[in-house]
């Protein structure tokens, strides 16, 4: 059984920093593609940043709407990855899942379909 767990998240200021971190168990961790999404009442879980082997390396991506804001990292040692969030702002709050892929697909081009494992969220809220 795979298993995702999600830690970090709270209550924090406009401006402010927060660090979320997902272990997974269950599974061989370093061939998987590890993402982060974001979801808001009444509204579509929302890809937020994801991130996936390329040969020896591991390639990041990120939404518009977070680039240059969030940065998503992994320790293989540790099967964890992390959403480091900084300068948040009050539309970032929201439940942030994390979510685990065995496929192939890159970046954006990933439906929420593609991700086999997810975590039971965690909540962000910002404050103005």
């Not at 390329?54 to 998503?72: C, L, N, P, R, W």
Request: aromatic fraction near 10%; glycine fraction near 10%.
């Amino acid at each position: 059984q795979v298993l995702l767990l999600e830690s970090g998240g709270g209550l924090v200021q406009a401006g402010g920093s927060l660090r979320l971190s997902c272990t997974v168990s269950g599974r061989t961790f370093s061939d998987l593609i590890m993402a982060w999404f974001r979801q808001t009442p009444g509204k579509e879980r929302e890809w937020v940043a994801s991130i996936r082997r390329s040969g020896m390396t591991y390639d990041e991506y990120y939404a518009d709407s977070v680039k240059d804001q969030f940065t998503i990292s992994r320790d293989n040692a540790k099967s964890t990855v992390y959403l480091q969030m900084d300068s948040l702002k009050p539309e970032d709050t929201a439940v942030y899942y994390c979510a685990a892929s065995r496929g192939d697909c890159i970046g954006s081009a990933c439906r929420t379909l593609d991700y086999h494992y997810w975590g039971q969220g965690t909540q962000v809220t910002v404050s103005s």
